[in-house]
């Protein structure tokens, strides 16, 4: 049986259940949302559906404003499936705003059912469950993030000899079947997630006419992590037009298995890049959907190395960092940086290298973003190795394992 890790997202869960009637955790299919409600202390002890039950489902199609009838606090698993309760929670709530009442969780963004962002506007709190992070496998939730000390007061004062990220990491990703070693074979569970994902909730959504095309976007997304999204050509290699392959993006981004991260465009910079970066939710996913079994002389390891990153720090600015945001910043042919962290009026710049060496050439993108952006208080080149050093007055390099703890 696998064990429970607490996730770091239980403080602002309960918090928002102090105020808010609707608490809405939304994320990845298996990433843990219903292990979560049902083990978390502050949250198991509610009256729990789910509806993935049959039952349950079929009773709350049929009677919707009686099945969230409930004297005591309810937690619906799965509420996506029945989208006629979204609307009787809203009338619930309009009668009585008691918070704490409803703890809804789902796969599917809510945002893609008709008329649900309008029905609990001003009612519900939304949060997104990642896979599981570095910090939350270490057990480290308890302590402030790295980067929210960083911000404060940039100091690397007490860094010792830290750990490499390991291919392996990476080719685990954060799933909790596979990272908490709950399966022997990586690649089989892989197999049975996506025929799940493609057979059941990608239905659900909407209609697709061809699940192969489908099947093959999602693969040549994987093959495309870490990169600028172009649209057009991406559809043009899975012989798809534009129109169907932004649909389909978008249904794989409401179904959390691909994020698209905004550039940044707050600094003086010309010719900035206004496109976004793909990236697949979870480096394992993306791996075995790349076909990737091995990061060794792998030419994309770079880009899964760079996207296990990225689900880690979409993870801790979600739950880390006070009202921070997740952006990167890209010149076109000139420079670019990773990641940009801004929270406030002040940012901080991330390089990331997979390797356990670095040159001068690659604090370029850093320079060029803090000469251009007053109020960016650090640069960070991240990169696997063990010592932490100063290199330039805003400037340092500082081990990956660091920066995702």
Request: hydrophobic share 40%; glycine share 6%; net charge positive.
């Amino acid at each position: 049986m696998t064990r429970y890790v607490k996730r770091e997202i239980a403080a602002k869960v309960l918090e928002a259940l102090e105020q808010m009637p609707v608490v809405v955790i939304s994320g990845l299919r298996q990433a843990g949302k219903s292990t979560f409600l049902q083990k978390q202390d502050g949250v198991r002890n509610r009256r729990y559906v789910t509806l993935d039950d049959f039952a349950y489902l079929e009773a709350a199609k049929q009677n919707p404003d009686a099945f969230v009838q409930s004297e005591d606090p309810v937690t619906i698993d799965e509420v996506q499936r029945c989208p006629e309760l979204l609307v009787a929670i809203k009338r619930a709530v309009d009668k009585d705003r008691a918070p704490g009442k409803y703890l809804l969780s789902g796969s599917s963004s809510l945002s893609v059912l008709k008329g649900v962002s309008e029905s609990l506007a001003g009612r519900a709190v939304y949060f997104s469950m990642y896979p599981f992070s570095r910090r939350e496998l270490a057990g480290d939730t308890t302590k402030k993030p790295f980067l929210s000390a960083f911000f404060e007061k940039q100091s690397i004062a007490g860094i010792r000899g830290a750990v490499r990220l390991l291919p392996g990491d990476v080719l685990k990703g954060g799933m909790p079947s596979i990272c908490l070693d709950g399966v022997r074979n990586k690649a089989l569970w892989f197999k049975g997630y996506e025929q799940t994902y493609l057979e059941r909730d990608v239905r659900e959504m909407s209609q697709i006419g061809n699940i192969i095309s489908f099947r093959q976007l999602l693969r040549l997304a994987a093959l495309r992590t870490a990169q600028l999204l172009s649209p057009s050509q991406l559809g043009r290699d899975a012989k798809l037009n534009t129109a169907t392959t932004m649909r389909y993006l978008s249904m794989l981004e409401a179904s959390f298995v691909i994020h698209r991260l905004s550039p940044y465009i707050r600094n003086r910079a010309s010719r900035l890049i206004k496109s976004p970066k793909l990236y697949v939710a979870d480096s394992g996913l993306a791996c075995y959907l790349a076909g990737i079994n091995s990061l060794e002389s792998e030419p994309f390891s770079g880009a899964m190395f760079e996207t296990y990153v990225a689900q880690n720090l979409f993870a801790i600015v979600e739950t880390g960092i006070e009202d921070a945001g997740l952006y990167f910043w890209n010149v076109q042919g000139r420079q670019e940086v990773d990641f940009i962290i801004e929270a406030g009026n002040k940012c901080i710049a991330i390089e990331m290298k997979a390797g356990a060496r670095w040159e001068n050439k690659d604090l370029s993108g850093l320079k060029a973003f803090l000469a251009s952006t007053p109020h960016c208080v650090a640069g960070i080149l991240a990169y696997n190795g063990t010592e932490s050093v100063k290199l330039d007055e805003k400037i340092w390099a500082i081990p990956l394992s660091v920066v995702l703890t």
